[in-house]
């Protein structure tokens, strides 16, 4: 069976988007109902697949977080994946980027919650064109190891490029270090 570019695309799309409704159902913190999708978030469903989703990169040095160090340790997050996808609609490009990662303690853990700085940035031809900076809470307990968490960035419209320009990062982000800043973030 042959299948059209178009065709393996929307279905690649449908596959992604599902993978990042399940994932975004299991977000860590506390239970409850996903609440209805925004507007946004229907319009963005509701446009064509487009031939280019730029892949998601995580730039050296932002894939791991450490709180504190030896003995004095909180903890340690990690990305482990990322995904994305995308849809056109009124000339615009509506993108959804997930991460997911985990959060392992130290031993100066503390029961109660993390809040994890997590930045997606996007380049269009080197020029920064989207930047959101996320905090994604992670319940923590010393005693009951590892815990994942998942993020997903819904926001994300800017204009179709012209060709495949465009760069997304993704990573956890303190802000600058040391006063100096990191392009695109």
């Known amino acids: ?17 599902a993978a990042l ?7 860590s913190g506390g239970g409850g109902t996903v609440p209805a999708p925004s507007p946004a978030q229907q319009a963005a469903s509701a446009g ?3 031939d280019y989703c730029p ?12 709180r504190g ?3 004095a340790l909180q903890y340690i997050a990690s990305i482990a994946s990322t995904t994305r996808s995308c849809r056109v609609r009124d000339r615009q490009l509506y993108m959804e ?8 303690p130290g031993p100066a853990a ?10 997606v940035a996007i380049l ?21 190891g590892p815990k994942e968490f998942r993020y997903v960035d819904r926001a994300i419209r800017i204009a179709v490029p012209q060709g495949r320009s465009l760069v997304v990062y993704a990573g956890f982000d303190e802000g600058p270090q040391g006063g100096k800043s990191r392009p695109g973030s």
Do not use: W
């Open 21 to 27: 409704a399940l994932g975004a159902c299991s977000t």
């Open 69 to 71: 160090s030896g003995d």
């Open 97 to 104: 980027v997930g991460i997911a990662g985990r959060v392992v």
């Open 124 to 144: 269009d031809s080197g020029k920064l064109v989207y930047s959101q900076l996320g905090q994604q809470p992670v319940s923590t307990d010393p005693a009951g």
């Open 55 to 66: 892949q998601v990169s995580l730039r050296e040095g932002t894939a791991i977080l450490r």
């Open 48 to 50: 064509t697949v487009p």
């Open 110 to 119: 503390r029961p109660g919650s993390v809040q994890l700085p997590i930045r």
């Open 1 to 17: 069976m042959h299948m059209s570019k178009q065709t393996f695309a929307r279905n690649a799309a449908g596959i992604v988007l």
